[in-house]
């Protein structure tokens, strides 16, 4: 085992006082605990125990990752879970065998405690709270057994099943709108088997959350958006959004073709995406988490490139076919702009004016989609995305407003940009729709907009240029993630 022991008896005093199974423990019981354990911290893919070996001891996950699987004949794993939270590892094998029958792995660095299993035993005779709390812990694993057994996964899709997944992880917490974020310590194949997913199911039910704009993902951080699980597609709130199996019938009648909402939040993430691409290349210039920012950059020219993709392959209106050419017209040099040159001041400029070009086509249209539509809710789709995009586009300027010599070009831009984007959120939230959901979104997004607007001008004396560059991204991100989840509200109220 790699473990190392760490000194210091009032951290794992802290750790079992959390932990709930001993809730309700009188300190002297916490002392005696304290006494039959001691305190590990196991580096990352480090064994605590293998299947086969004796049980001597319980153990206290207290922060970090782990997995429990049963190897299989064929060397593979079979993962029975991930656990995350901080509670006693293994409690059916602690306290009904003699050997362990799974094995149990770090998948990050781990804090735990191991307490002598005699010890605990003898205690828990001692302490009826101490035995009902155990009993109410393995009473709600059985029914998570039980769940299971009923093949509840073998009737959802893959989904609904990393859906369910997140949302237990965050508590199944219940609000109207925000976020709450999970942040994944396991990885994503091992949480995929979990699951009972193949990677490649795993990706592709992943990419339907964040296409339903229920999830937004940075990495291990999982983004559940509130007012994106309840179903709005008929105005109707009561019931939380469900990922049903499409019929055969289903599939044929769709035909491929997007809702009207849906093909103006299409054409709109073109134009947020540019600013996307941006914002990402002048990261390069500025050295602000380089590595990180040339794979953002790839990963919104994948973005794009797949999204005009589905758009050539539409059968769309003729009044689109003009605009949308001049879409492709533009992108190939703003493209090459992004990934050939340096990043001088002529580069800068070059670039700058090559994503201001490329955005005034995607806009165009988009708001060709949106008269094509011809409906008010059409309309607050469109207003709503053009809020995504200048949530970007400020953030765009305030990186090339250091970069290229037009100081005074690009402060009136941002000017404009925050007039615009406070008429359009005004007018959202007159447009007559008075979902609780909507509304919970918008104040949401109010809120998010007022610390942005507060990072534009943070205090000079706390924060030096590229600090406060990545304080203004860091807000953005945020609250692109809260317009974004407003675009597909109004997305499915078009319908």
């Known amino acids: 085992m790699n473990t190392r022991l760490r000194r210091g008896t009032w951290a794992q005093r802290d750790f079992l006082s959390r932990c709930a199974i001993f ?9 005696e605990l304290e006494r039959a354990g001691r305190l590990l911290e196991l580096a990352s893919h480090a064994m605590l125990y293998r299947a086969g070996e004796p049980i001597r001891q319980a153990w206290l996950l207290c922060s970090g990752s782990v997995v429990r699987f049963v190897p299989l004949e064929d060397e593979s794993r079979k993962v029975i879970e991930v656990v995350q939270a901080p509670q006693l590892l293994n ?4 306290f009904s065998a003699t050997h362990y029958g799974s094995s149990c792995e770090s998948s990050t660095r781990c804090i735990v405690v191991a307490i002598d299993l005699r010890v605990l035993r003898a205690m ?16 709600r694993r059985q029914v998570t057994i039980e769940t299971d057994s009923r093949g509840h ?3 959802t899709t893959g989904a609904q099943r990393i859906l369910d997944y997140l949302l237990a992880q965050a508590g199944d917490r219940k609000a109207l709108a925000g976020e709450t974020t999970v942040t994944l310590k ?3 194949k091992v949480i995929a088997s979990q699951v009972g997913l193949t990677p490649e199911a795993f990706s592709r039910s992943l990419r339907q959350l964040i296409d339903q704009g229920v999830l937004m993902v940075d990495k291990r951080n999982f983004h559940i958006q509130h007012a994106a699980l309840l179903d709005t597609g008929l105005g109707d709130s009561a019931h939380r959004l469900k990922f049903a199996r499409k019929s055969r019938r289903d599939a044929a009648n769709t035909g491929g073709q997007p809702a009207p909402g849906a093909l103006i939040n299409l054409c709109g993430r073109l134009r947020f995406l540019s600013q996307r691409l941006a914002i990402a290349w002048a990261r390069l210039a500025w050295s602000i988490s380089p590595a990180d920012a040339s794979i953002c950059l790839r990963q919104f020219d994948s973005d794009f490139e797949r999204m005009l993709a589905r758009l050539r392959g539409l059968s769309l209106e003729a009044a689109l076919h003009e605009p949308l050419a001049a879409v492709l017209q533009a992108w190939p040099a703003y493209r090459q702009a992004l990934f050939v040159g340096g990043v001088s001041a002529a580069d800068s400029a070059s670039l700058l004016r090559q994503s201001e070009a490329l955005l005034e086509a ?3 249209l988009t708001g060709a989609a949106e008269h094509c539509a011809g409906t008010p809710d059409a309309r607050y789709v469109n207003v709503a995305g053009r809020n995504r995009m200048l949530s970007q586009r400020i953030g765009k300027l305030y990186l090339f407003r250091e970069l290229v010599d037009a100081r005074g070009w690009v402060d009136e831009q941002i000017a404009a940009s925050i007039a615009e984007f406070e008429a359009n959120l005004d ?6 729709r008075q979902l609780p959901e909507l509304v919970a979104q918008l104040d949401e997004v109010g809120q998010q907009w007022a610390k942005f607007r507060r990072a534009l001008e943070p205090d000079p004396s706390h924060l030096n240029r590229t ?5 203004l991204l860091a807000e953005g991100d945020r609250l692109l993630r809260y317009v974004d989840t407003t675009v597909k509200l109004y997305e499915r109220l078009s319908k």
């Open 186 to 188: 396991a990885s994503k």
């Open 23 to 31: 809730f309700g423990l009188s300190p002297e019981r916490l002392d």
């Open 362 to 364: 995607a806009d165009r």
């Open 124 to 139: 828990m005779a001692a302490e009826p709270a101490l035995s009902a709390n155990l009993i109410e812990t393995l009473a």
């Open 467 to 471: 600090r406060h560059a990545r304080l």
């Open 91 to 94: 409690l059916g094998e602690t």
């Open 427 to 432: 007018e959202l939230r007159q447009s007559g």
């Open 153 to 155: 996964h073998r009737s």
